[in-house]
């Protein structure tokens, strides 16, 4: 029987972001960022496994607590997303058929119901697929000075989150190396690079990646709010 693993990679330091420490140790109501994001991944009962992927290197982990059964820790990240994920799938030695859900770090809105229904959505679909968001606003094409050079429809365009679900056999191939695979910033990327289609199942917007500081605030009051009205349930 095939099993669904999450799989995190969190070897970034988060150079946009400006922290005194990776994104994914910052502070949120009292937890680390990336605290949240394996919480809700880890509460999804169709998932087998939560492993995280980091840096070798990474002094921060460590000062944290991680009260999850299901947590895995891999110290394998690699210098770029593509390889992080690789290394990550080559050391759980996962089977062919047994699906992976790679989500981002610092996606830590991501909200529990969202993964199950992807998983149950995609659970016979030949390819995979991810979590994505129609494009709500005009979309507008600039030049180099930032000007602009014209309109795009915007029917038909998502924007991609995360997690995305692959075989781990396919998505060990899509990710297989070279300048093509290294420079993809999601798996889709890569899997669309092998002529398949990935199954488009839509997200939400409140799972959002935290990239700046802005983010950070709206992540601790999105967390905020859904705590107080699990409490009122």
Not at 18 to 35: E, F, H, S
Not at 119 to 138: C, H, K, Q, S
């Amino acid at each position: 029987m095939s099993r669904c693993v999450a799989l995190v990679p969190a070897g970034g330091v988060g150079s946009r972001f400006g922290a005194v420490c990776p994104k994914q140790y910052l502070d949120v109501n009292g937890l680390p960022l990336m605290a949240h994001t394996l919480s809700a991944l880890a509460a999804v009962p169709a998932i087998d496994l939560v492993a995280v992927v980091i840096a070798p290197d990474d002094t921060w982990f460590d000062s944290f607590d991680w009260p999850m059964e299901k947590l895995r820790v891999l110290r394998v990240g690699g210098a770029s997303r593509a390889e992080t994920v690789r290394n990550g799938l080559a050391a759980l030695g996962l089977a062919e058929g047994d699906w992976v859900l790679v989500h981002d770090a610092a996606r830590c809105c991501i909200d529990t119901a969202q993964v199950a229904r992807l998983i149950d959505t995609l659970a016979e679909d030949p390819v995979g697929g991810l979590l994505a968001l129609p494009v709500p606003d005009t979309v507008k094409e600039a030049d180099a000075a930032q000007r602009v050079r014209g309109t795009r429809p915007r029917d038909g365009l998502w924007l991609a989150q995360t997690p995305q679900m692959f075989r781990s056999g396919l998505l060990t191939r899509a990710l297989g190396g070279g300048a093509l695979a290294e420079s993809m910033t999601d798996e889709a990327s890569a899997i669309e690079a092998l002529g398949l289609s990935p199954r488009l199942v839509e997200g939400s917007a409140s799972n959002f990646k935290v990239t700046w500081p802005a983010d950070l605030v709206l992540a601790r009051a999105v967390l905020a709010g859904r705590k107080q009205t699990e409490g009122r349930e």
